[in-house]
T-cell receptor, first 115, second 111 residues
Framework: DGGITQSPKYLFRKEGQNVTLSCEQN?????MYWYRQDPGQGLRLIYY???????QKGDIAEGYSVSREKKESFPLTVTSAQKNPTAFYLC??????????????FGPGTRLTVL | KNQVEQSPQSLIILEGKNCTLQ??????????LRWYKQDTGRGPVSLTI?????NTKSNGRYTATLDADTKQSSLHITASQLSDSASYIC??????????FGTGTSLTVIP
């Protein structure tokens, strides 16, 4: 999984609760991404960050929030405003200027289930 | 509209046989195309990456081809093994930081 860790592996949440998913990388990558994966669909981008203290919304950011206070860490909070949060969440990081360029490395994922 | 389509959606083959997975894309301008392998419940792992000027790239028993004119790529798996059972995802990169993911092909290798 290329030096990216996600925790926990499985997470259960009651409706109405916020929950935070952890993503840490030790690859010294500048860019980090959060994706959501649902059965039968391609990965969908939630948020991404290309530099510390800066992040951008992806295609499905509603109901999610992120922070990027450190280069190594990019936590994702799933808020109660997210109407259908049960999914597999993947974090990725990207090298800049490394070889090969544009390499994206993925973490092992967190499966979130809302009860 | 930038899209990546993969076929077949699922595939079952006997151990030791070869197979080919397809990826068609409309992403433009094209930066690179990557094939990932994703085991169930795990994150995707990169198999191959090809830029516009490359038309084939191998990684062991995996060989990817790219036809930039027709915007098609294929992933050929030779002498399949049980451990090849996974989802294979085609990803096309636009401008270096925009990624378009296919929905994947689910491959099952049976003994």
């Amino acid at each position: 999984d290329g030096g990216i860790t996600q925790s926990p592996k499985y997470l259960f949440r009651k409706e109405g609760q916020n929950v935070t998913l952890s993503c840490e990388q030790n690859l010294n990558h500048d860019a980090m991404y959060w994706y959501r994966q649902d059965p039968g669909q391609g990965l969908r981008l939630i948020y991404y960050s290309q530099i510390v203290n800066d992040f951008q919304k992806g295609d499905i950011a509603e109901g999610y929030s992120v922070s990027r206070e450190k280069k190594e860490s990019f936590p994702l909070t799933v808020t109660s405003a997210q109407k259908n949060p049960t999914a597999f969440y993947l974090c990725a990081s990207q090298s800049r200027g490394g070889a090969p360029a544009d390499t994206q490395y993925f973490g092992p994922g967190t499966r979130l289930t809302v009860l | 509209k930038n899209q990546v389509e993969q076929s077949p959606q699922s595939l079952i083959i006997l151990e030791g046989k070869n197979c080919t997975l397809q990826c068609n894309y409309t992403v433009s301008p094209f930066s690179n195309l990557r094939w990932y392998k994703q085991d169930t419940g795990r994150g995707p792992v990169s198999l191959t990456i090809m830029t516009f000027s490359e038309n084939t790239k191998s990684n062991g028993r995996y060989t990817a081809t790219l036809d930039a004119d027709t915007k098609q790529s294929s992933l050929h798996i030779t002498a399949s093994q049980l451990s090849d059972s996974a989802s294979y995802i085609c990803v096309v990169t636009l401008n270096g930081n925009q990624f378009y993911f296919g929905t994947g092909t689910s491959l099952t290798v049976i003994p």
